[in-house]
Each structure stands twice: as C-alpha cells, then as structure tokens.
C-alpha cells in the first residue's frame, strides 16, 4: 500500500506538467466544494461554479497524464520512472509546501471568482464588454425607465436552472460572434426569455395593478410654427386592460418571429379567429405587450416630438419638425441638423448591425406598428360570431385628440404646455 502510494507520489513528481496538474485538481475541486453549495441568486456566480472551477478541474486532470508521458518519454519508460525518495522530514516539508500552495490558490482564486462575478454581473459587461453587438440594445436601455433594473433581471432573473440553460444558449452565441455568423439585427429575445412571472413580477407584482392614469401627449406639426397638438387620454389600465389579460390562461399563434401578425388566439379554451392557426403557439404575458421595455428604439416623428417638447430641441425655428423628419430619413445631411436631431439618429440607427427605423416593433400601441390590433381589429371571432373589440373606448377615454389648447386639460388645471 505504501510503496503503491509512493510509485503514484513519484509519478505526479516525475515531471512539472504533470505537478502542475496536481495542484490544479486539488485547488479546483476544493474551491468547488466550498462554494457549490452556498445558495446563490446570482447566475454569473453559476458560471464560475459549475462551468470554470470543473473546467479547470479536467484541465488539470489532463495534465497529469500527458506531464508522466512526457517523463517516461525522457526516462525510457514508465518503470525506469525512480521511487521518489521523499521521506522524514522531507516529506513532512513536501506536503507542507502543497497544502501552503493549495491555501494561497484558493484565497487567490475566490478573491478573482469575487471580483469577476462581481463584473460579469454588471451592466458594463452585458451591454458593451462582452456583448458589443448589444450595444444598440446597451444605449436604449440607457435611456429608458429600467436604466438601473441590471439586464440580468429580465434576462436571467434568479435561481440556477434558467441561468443553466441561458449560459448554454450564451456559448453557442460566443461562438457566432467570434465567428461573426450572428443574425443582424439580433433577433427579437422573446422565444428564449423567462416567462415574466419569474422577472417583471418579481418587481411589478400584479395585485398592485388597480388604477387607471392619464396620458397627456404632444405632437408637432410639420408646419412653420411647428404647432403643439394635444393628445388626452384616460388608459384603462388597473381596471380594464391589465384586468383582461394578466392572469388569464389566453394563448395565440404567431407565423413569423416578430409576431407581429397574429391569425388565432384563444381565451380559457374559447378560440378567436381571423385565418389559420399556423406556427407556434405561445402562453400571452407581459412581454406580448411591453415587448419595448427598456429597448425601445424610437421611431423619426415621436422621438421628436419628444425632443421638441421637453425643449431639447428649439420649437422657435421654423420649421424645425420638417427639417428633423427630413433629416433622419435621409432626404437631408444629418451632418446639418442640430445636436438633438443627431442624437436621435446615433440612438437609433446602427448601420453596422442592420437596425434602422421599425427594426424592432413596439407592440404597446397601434400608432406606427399594429401592436393591440394585432388582435383587436375586429376581424378576430369566435364561434358565435363575437370579435375582440377595436371599439375606441375599450382600452382608452380620448378626452382630447390633437387639440391646440383642450378644454380638459383647463378643466383639470394643467397647464397645456404653451409658452405664453
Ligand atoms: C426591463 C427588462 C429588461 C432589461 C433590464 C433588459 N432587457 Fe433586454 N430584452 C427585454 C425584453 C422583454 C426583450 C424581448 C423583446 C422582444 O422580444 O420584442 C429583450 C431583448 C433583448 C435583446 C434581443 C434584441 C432585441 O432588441 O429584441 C438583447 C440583445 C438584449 N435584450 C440585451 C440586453 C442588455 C445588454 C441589457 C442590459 C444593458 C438588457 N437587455 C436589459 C427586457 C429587458
Ligand atoms: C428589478 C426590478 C424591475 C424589473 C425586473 C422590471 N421592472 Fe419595470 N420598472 C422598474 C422600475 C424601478 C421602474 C421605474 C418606475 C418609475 O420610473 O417610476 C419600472 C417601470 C416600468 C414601466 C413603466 C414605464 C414608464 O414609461 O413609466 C413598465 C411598463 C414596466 N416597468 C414594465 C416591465 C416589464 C414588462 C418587465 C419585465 C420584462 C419589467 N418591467 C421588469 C423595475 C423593474
Ligand atoms: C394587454 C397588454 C398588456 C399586458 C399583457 C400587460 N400590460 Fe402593462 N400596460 C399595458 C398598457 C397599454 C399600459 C399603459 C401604457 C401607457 O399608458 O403608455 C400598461 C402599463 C403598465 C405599467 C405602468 C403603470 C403605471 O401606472 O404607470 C406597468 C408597470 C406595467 N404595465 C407592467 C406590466 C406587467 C408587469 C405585466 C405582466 C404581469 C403587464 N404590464 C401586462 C398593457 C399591458
Ligand atoms: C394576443 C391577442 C391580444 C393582444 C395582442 C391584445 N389583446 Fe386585449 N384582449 C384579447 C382578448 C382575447 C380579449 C378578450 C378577453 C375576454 O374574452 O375576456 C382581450 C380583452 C381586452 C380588454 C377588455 C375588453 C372588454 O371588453 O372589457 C382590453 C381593455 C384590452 N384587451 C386591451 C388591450 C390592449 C391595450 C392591448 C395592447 C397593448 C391588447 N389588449 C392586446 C387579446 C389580445
Ligand atoms: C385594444 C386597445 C385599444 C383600442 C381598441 C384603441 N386604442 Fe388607442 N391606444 C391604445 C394604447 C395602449 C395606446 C397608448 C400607446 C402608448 O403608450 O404610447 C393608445 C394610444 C392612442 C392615441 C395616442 C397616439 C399617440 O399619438 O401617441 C390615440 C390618438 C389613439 N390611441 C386613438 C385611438 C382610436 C381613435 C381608437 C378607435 C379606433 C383606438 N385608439 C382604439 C390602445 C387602444
């Protein structure tokens, strides 16, 4: 037994290859043991654990043989290998020196594992570092109500299984972008998200859901004065549009990846057609209609509107909405347009990964994609001939649609926006 022990001993001593591969097995699996069962919400925290430290394990594993074939390759052969001589005190001084080194690798390797959880886990690196063709994605998000919610939120959300399979869908995507045969534009996330329960709910719990809320928009006209029309709506969100679909079983079939035609759906086994129900069926959740949380790219006429009215760009030039409209669609230089013109292109328009206007559909509307009349055209029936409403006041009270100076908003005491 001894003398077996010490034959295995002089092996793995025989050549550094193969001591090499020791200590990293030994590291790799204590490391792994203390910290596999720590209960974690992190998911980076899982790539460390359950993909590097087995990793290295194997890496090690592999060195020990290839180190003692590279010894009895000097040597002549595995039996002229000689019986370490390590005894007494040398001995004690060996195994000293390994379980010292092994101690150092793993202060080593938990301090890097910290810090590089810590940095896989932020928005940095899901939005540039390692993701730079997410960088569109990246500069929206920015710019959006979930600026501080970390992608992982939506994208992983907590617990190990989904982290498991998204780490798996994420090699095969390291893989295409170093090989560069990604699709372009990315495709929309939808298929392979979480279903929302696990990651919007976690945040926006559903029963809080009761209160409708106004909704007052500016648009502009394209004329000299660039004319401010007032948009006032009454959404029926708590108490009609939540109400009908959050927590109920409805599901649909969708064609095309974009989803953005929709020929049947069903609400607790009562179908709704308006064609055949061809393609993928799919439970209806959040993300059916707030499919732009946080990505949402603009399209040219909002995003100005949006620009004019919070002053960023100067409503007092004459016809300065014509001029940015032209601009951004390319009839005109953008090099000539004002700042706030150019920056609306730059946060748009990514020529080098294919996304321009209407790339990305916004399904919370049906202004400039078709979005809630997807199903709500009045064109989708059931057997006894009930359709889905498109009646106006089904999702929304229009108190005022493009006034110059609506007589509600005077009602309410809210001033209207225009300079005196
Ligand atoms: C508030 C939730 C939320 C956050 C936070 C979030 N995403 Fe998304 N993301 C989504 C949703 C929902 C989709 C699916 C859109 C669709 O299918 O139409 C998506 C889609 C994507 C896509 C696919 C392309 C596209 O535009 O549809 C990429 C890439 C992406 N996200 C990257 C990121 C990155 C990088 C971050 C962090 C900087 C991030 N996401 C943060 C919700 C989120
Ligand atoms: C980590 C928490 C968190 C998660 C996860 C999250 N949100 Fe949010 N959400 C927020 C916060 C914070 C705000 C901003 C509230 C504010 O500005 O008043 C917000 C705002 C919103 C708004 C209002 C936007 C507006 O224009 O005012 C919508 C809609 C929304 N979230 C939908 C979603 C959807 C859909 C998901 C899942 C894809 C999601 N959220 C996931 C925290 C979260
Ligand atoms: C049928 C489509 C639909 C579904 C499904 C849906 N929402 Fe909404 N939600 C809306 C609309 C429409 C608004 C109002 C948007 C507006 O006024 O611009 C809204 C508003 C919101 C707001 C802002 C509320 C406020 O008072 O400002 C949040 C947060 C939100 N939704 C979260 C969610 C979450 C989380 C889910 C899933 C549990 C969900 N929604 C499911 C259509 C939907
Ligand atoms: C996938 C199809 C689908 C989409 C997309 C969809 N809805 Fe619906 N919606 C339905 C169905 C089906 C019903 C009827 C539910 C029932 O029978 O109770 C419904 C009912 C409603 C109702 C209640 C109608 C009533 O008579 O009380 C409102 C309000 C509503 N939807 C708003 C919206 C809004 C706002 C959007 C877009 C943000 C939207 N829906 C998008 C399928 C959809
Ligand atoms: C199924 C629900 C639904 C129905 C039916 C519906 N709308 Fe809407 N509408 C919405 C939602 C949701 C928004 C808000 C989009 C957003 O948040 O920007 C909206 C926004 C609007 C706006 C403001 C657009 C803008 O400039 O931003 C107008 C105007 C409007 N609707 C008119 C109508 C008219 C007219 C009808 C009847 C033919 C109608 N809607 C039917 C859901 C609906």
Redesign the pocket.
Known sequence: MKSAFRVFLSYLLCDWLATAGTIIVTTSAVVFLTLAFESFSNPYYGILVFLILPGLFVFGLVLIPLGVWRCSRRIGGVSNIPEAQITGTKAIRLFGLIALLTVVNVAILSAASYQSVKYMDSNQFCGTTCHTVMSPQHTAYQDSPHARVDCVSCHIGPGAEWFVQYKLSGLAQVFAVTFNTYHKPLPAAIRSLRPSQDTCEQCHWPQKFISDKLRIVKRYDEDEKNTEKTTVLL???GT??H???VG?N???VSSEPARQE?PW????G?E?KAGEPVGEKRR?DCI???NRPTHAFETPGPAVDKALESGELDRSIPFVKRDALLALNGKKPIDGAPVAVKRIFARNIWPRMDITWGAYPN????DAFP??????DDN?K?ASG?S??Q?CS???ELLAVGEESPEILKQLGIATGEKK
Not at 265 to 268: M, P, R, W, Y
Not at 363 to 366: D, L, V
């Open positions: 959404m029926h969100i009609r549009i109400k009908a679909h109920r409805i599901e649909y929709i759906v069903s609400v607790d009562v709704y209806m059916d209609c707030h399904n919370i509307g049906h979005g809630c009349f997807r199903c709500h989708h059931n009930k889905i409403s009646d089904t999702c929304h």
